[in-house]
């Protein structure tokens, strides 16, 4: 596999044995289908040390929003996307194998969006508590009472079936 970006072979690493595919030459990573949920929380042991050793290969690309091809998928240009509704990190996502591809520091704001599990919590009660489901009651209708009326007018055939039954 080459990077999608330079071309040179992307090598493969596993940290706590989850494979990944880095590029040296410009600090990028590839991570294949819902590996990159492994590493982006930044408390994570495994995420701040993928971070860390893609730092030593940081390097400035010429144009980031440029398409690249996916480096499993290779007639299979990514799509741009925003990781998060933040819109402050946007991936490459191949639609083909949901590959995602990160360019140099990415993964580093990408962690440093996410929330601890009490913050989620916190957002997600204050999230509940604004959207809470709103109850509408109109004006009493004339045909609200249906119900009570079939039961009288049933009662009413039954009278006159009783009564045309004994004729």
């Not at 595919?21 to 495994?46: H, M, W």
């Not at 591809?101 to 913050?119: A, I, P, R, V």
């Not at 809470?132 to 006159?160: C, Q, T, V, Y």
Request: proline share 5%; charged share 30%; net charge neutral.
């Amino acid at each position: 596999m080459k990077c999608p970006r330079t071309r040179t072979p992307l090598k493969k690493v596993s940290v706590g044995k989850v494979p990944v595919y880095i590029s040296e030459a410009c600090g990028g990573v590839l991570f294949e289908n819902q590996t990159l949920k492994s590493f982006e929380c930044p408390n994570d042991k495994r995420g701040k040390a993928l971070a860390t050793h893609l730092s030593q290969f940081h390097s400035e690309l010429a144009d980031l929003k440029e398409r690249v091809s996916c480096p499993l998928c290779i007639d299979t240009v990514m799509l741009r996307r925003f990781y998060s509704p933040l819109h402050a990190v946007e991936i490459d996502e191949c639609p083909g194998c949901g590959a995602i591809w990160l360019d140099t520091g990415e993964l580093e704001k990408l962690q440093s969006l996410m929330l601890s599990e009490k913050d989620r919590a916190i957002l997600r009660h204050e999230l509940m508590k604004e959207h809470e489901p709103i109850e509408i009651k109109g004006a009493p209708h004339k045909h609200d009472n249906w119900n009570r009326r079939s039961d009288k007018i049933d009662a009413l055939f039954d009278i006159a079936s009783y009564i045309t039954r004994g004729w």
